[in-house]
């Protein structure tokens, strides 16, 4: 992966201090590339003697890990700055928080990917080799969460009946749209609609209805199609019914529930479901050679995991696990 200055003109502040600073760790880790969404923290904070720090107009970019060099900062900032800017520009001002992002860096450049977001928004990113898929196409994905966390806050949305499935779902969402040709996770580079489809064609589908119920439990496990199903409903939604109905959904006062899906769309939730699903489902019949796409992205998925020790991915099955 090649890593590219987005923002070559951050007004960056760069040092490196020994002041102690408390990083909070909370979350667990389920899969690689999980990316979780921490809602309770643990009460001993890791408080490292060392750091390497970058900031920005809207980023502090943190790294503990020794090794860190100043380069790797530098980039790493420029591209949080530019997604910031990215998911600005689709979410809006109203929707734009007035705090710095915060990026934690850690990891030591072995192929254990670890991604998640603190409930106040902080964003900790592990560091891969590049020969793992590298670790900077995944900032356009958790800069959509983080950007979520004040709205988290405002209206306890961490008490929302399908939180998990509706942050994780519509982060998915609106980063492909920021960078739809992002090669990384979830979608590698394919279209939004052969990786859907693809799981959807063959049978491989997660229930949309399964995920809302069981979305901690199967979001880490079943990963690779949990984030793409989630992502295309949100699609088929905004195609439907026009983005301002999308938002309407997630920056509503109040839970989203199936009722208020329904009053928001005009459709009862489990229609909405059928009606995705055949939507997807000619959607990638109309894509030229879907089924190779397909084929491809899936082999893609296998030499990925391979990095890892692994013969294949881990795929979730009816009767096994849902």
Not at 242 to 271: C, H, N, W
């Amino acid at each position: 992966m090649s890593v590219q200055l987005l923002a070559p003109d951050v007004g960056m502040e760069l040092r490196r201090t020994m002041r102690r600073h408390s990083l909070l760790s909370c979350g667990s880790a389920l899969a690689a590339f999980a990316v979780l969404i921490a809602s309770a923290c643990g009460d001993d904070p890791v408080a490292p003697d060392y750091a390497l720090i970058a900031e920005s107009a809207h980023v502090e970019f943190w790294s503990i890990e020794p090794d860190a060099t100043e380069a790797e900062i530098e980039a790493g900032l420029a591209l949080a700055e530019g997604a910031f800017a990215d998911v600005s520009s689709f979410l809006g001002p109203a929707n734009t928080p007035d705090r710095k992002i915060v990026v934690y860096l850690e990891g030591d450049l072995t192929p254990e990917d670890i991604v998640y977001v603190e409930p106040d928004g902080a964003i900790r990113l592990w560091r891969t080799a590049e020969d793992f898929g590298g670790y900077w196409e995944i900032l356009p994905l958790v800069m959509v969460i983080s950007f979520r966390a004040d709205w988290w806050q405002q209206v306890d949305a961490f008490s929302w009946t399908h939180f998990g499935f509706l942050e994780q779902g519509f982060a998915g969402y609106a980063a492909a749209r920021v960078d739809p040709e992002n090669p990384g996770f979830p979608f590698y580079g394919f279209p939004e609609d052969v990786v859907a489809g693809y799981w959807l064609v063959t049978n491989q589908a997660v229930p949309l209805q399964m995920l809302r119920i069981l979305n901690s439990e199967l979001s880490g496990r079943c990963l690779y199609q949990a984030y793409a199903l989630r992502a295309s409903w949100f699609s088929y939604l905004e195609e439907t019914y026009g983005r301002e109905k999308v938002f309407e959904m997630m920056y509503s006062e109040t839970d989203p529930t199936a009722g208020v899906i329904a009053q928001i769309f005009g459709v009862e939730l489990a229609e909405l479901d059928t009606r995705w699903a055949s939507w997807l489902v000619e959607r990638y019949s109309a894509i030229e050679g879907a089924d190779a796409l397909g084929a491809s992205y899936r082999a893609r998925l296998k030499d990925y995991a391979s990095h890892f020790g692994f013969d294949d991915i881990y795929v979730c099955e009816a009767g096994i696990d849902f």
